[in-house]
């Protein structure tokens, strides 16, 4: 597929064809290391101007947890985890908008400020980007879209199969209001992320395109899934060469598989991703292993284990974009950085009847 011509990060898709580029790590991950309490959340330890001050002391739900509040509460936090990302060698640094969108933030009671939260956490991953673009050194910010909680493809209701609790409608509306806020914020990519579902991924991929028309901005778009289980296939049922053809149309910049599965348990599936869309570019950030609540990060892997199996992808030539998902965090990347560093960028194959 040619690509098409982009507003933004233009030099990017050259980039690629010349050398692996690194994306970030965790973001959760990280802020867990904050140990930040409920009152923290709302805002407490912070006094700068970018600040919410007293905003939201007095917020009638509980806040711990939504990571996506901190971006407004506590930039010092975001801002923090971003430099550290970018000063460990990554290229590509996600915003803080995993769940920033209205539907994921109506469990807090706060889907009203996804809009802000959106073109705030764009901001800071736009300043701190900003910093480290020095002496020839190109550093992007990636808009992340997540999956939402809620799947438009799969019934909640064991008993129920017809039932849903979401539409594409809703999805569609959330996604652009979110799309459009991160372009508005400085992003320079679009990363649809984390896809469990493929109708959901569906919506977002329709709704940043309408957020191209609306803002006349064109951004190169990442996609990305996540193989749940052994099965090799996602969350609503698709292998992921089925998965690849249902969302090809977006002629996205690249596409991939993150999360879920540690880099060991997601090879083969990546080994197929790399066979099923040979003339695009293809990313792989796996999670630090499996889960092991034992564990510092709550997974298993060390940097130089993480780095060394990313390698063996490289090495192969299945990947042009790496980088790390849950318990992953700066010294993994440094460690993914330092490993993939003289290893050949994976080439693409323009097919004859392509």
């Not at 001050?53 to 509980?62: E, I, L």
């Not at 010092?76 to 769940?99: M, P, S």
């Not at 999360?259 to 040979?278: F, N, S, V, W």
Request: proline share 5%.
């Amino acid at each position: 597929m040619s690509l098409p011509t982009y507003t933004r990060a233009q030099e990017l898709p050259a980039t690629l064809a010349q050398r692996l580029v690194i994306l970030d790590g965790a973001m959760g991950t990280m802020i867990q290391r904050f140990k930040l309490g409920e009152a923290q959340y709302r805002g407490e330890g912070y006094s700068g101007a970018d600040g919410a001050g007293d905003r939201f002391t007095d917020f009638p739900r509980d806040v711990k947890g939504n990571n996506e509040l901190l971006s407004i509460t506590r930039p010092d936090v975001i801002r923090d985890i971003h430099e550290k990302y970018l000063a460990a060698g990554a290229d590509l640094i996600e915003t803080n908008t995993f769940g920033a969108t209205t539907v994921a933030q109506e469990d807090y009671g706060m889907a009203e400020l996804a809009r802000e939260m959106n073109l705030k956490s764009a901001q800071l991953a736009r300043a701190a980007c900003d910093k480290y673009s020095v002496n020839g050194r190109i550093c992007y910010v990636a808009g992340a879209l997540g999956p939402t909680p809620k799947t438009a493809s799969i019934s909640p209701d064991v008993n129920d199969p017809g039932a849903r609790n979401v539409t594409f409608e809703q999805l569609r509306q959330a996604y652009f209001e979110q799309t459009v806020a991160l372009i508005e914020g400085g992003a320079d990519v679009i990363l649809v992320e984390t896809i469990f579902d493929t109708l959901n991924a569906k919506a977002a991929l329709f709704a940043v395109e309408e957020a191209f028309d609306a803002t006349g901005e064109r951004l190169p778009i990442m996609i990305s899934g996540t193989v749940t289980d052994a099965s090799g296939r996602i969350l609503s049922g698709q292998t992921v060469t089925a998965f690849w053809h249902s969302v090809r149309h977006s002629n996205p910049l690249s596409v991939g598989l993150n999360c879920a599965l540690g880099a060991t348990l997601m090879r083969p599936y990546i080994q197929e991703l790399a066979k099923a869309a040979p003339d695009t570019f293809i990313s792989c950030y796996p999670n630090a292993g499996l889960p092991n609540p034992m564990s510092d990060t709550g997974f298993d892997e060390t940097p130089d284990i993480t780095g060394r199996l990313v390698h063996e992808f490289a090495a192969e030539g299945l990947v042009n974009i790496v980088g790390g998902c849950c318990g992953t965090t700066p010294d993994h990347i440094g460690a993914i950085a330092r490993a993939v560093q003289s290893t050949t960028t994976r080439k693409l194959f323009y097919p004859a009847h392509a």
